[in-house]
Nanobody, 121 residues
Framework: QVQLVESGGGLIQPGGSLRLSCVAS????????MAWYRHAPGKQRELVAV???????NYEDSVRGRFTISRDNAKKTVYLQMNSLKPEDTALYHC???????????????WGQGTQVTVSS
């Protein structure tokens, strides 16, 4: 089985920084695109940032220039460095990773359970 575990969320004041991590574990053959999504109350889930297997990145317009996505393939980990946080960044942040598992040769999307980020003074 494959598991994704996020960490790094919390309560932070506006203008502060947080670094989210998402570690993949289990019967993994290969990892492809890795992404962060967020879901705020009363809003649809949105894609925040994505990084491809060859390190191409893309960002949602409201976070471009403030957030940075990166990955460490050896650690099977994707990060989201969030700077200059705003109250509107408050949401549950999930990682989403494309994985080929040893017991499932189809490229599949896996989700973590989420980590809460709350930006408030």
């Amino acid at each position: 089985q494959v598991q994704l575990v996020e960490s790094g969320g919390g309560l932070i004041q506006p203008g502060g920084s947080l670094r989210l991590s998402c570690v993949a574990s289990g019967s993994i053959f290969s990892i492809h695109d890795m992404a962060w999504y967020r879901h705020a109350p009363g809003k649809q889930r949105e894609l925040v940032a994505v990084i491809t297997s060859d390190d191409m990145t893309n960002y949602e317009d409201s976070v471009r220039g403030r957030f940075t996505i990166s990955r460490d393939n050896a650690k099977k980990t994707v990060y989201l460095q969030m700077n200059s946080l705003k109250p509107e960044d408050t949401a549950l942040y999930h990682c989403n990773v494309e994985i080929v598992a040893l017991d499932n040769p189809q490229l599949s999307n896996y989700w973590g359970q989420g980590t809460q980020v709350t930006v408030s003074s």
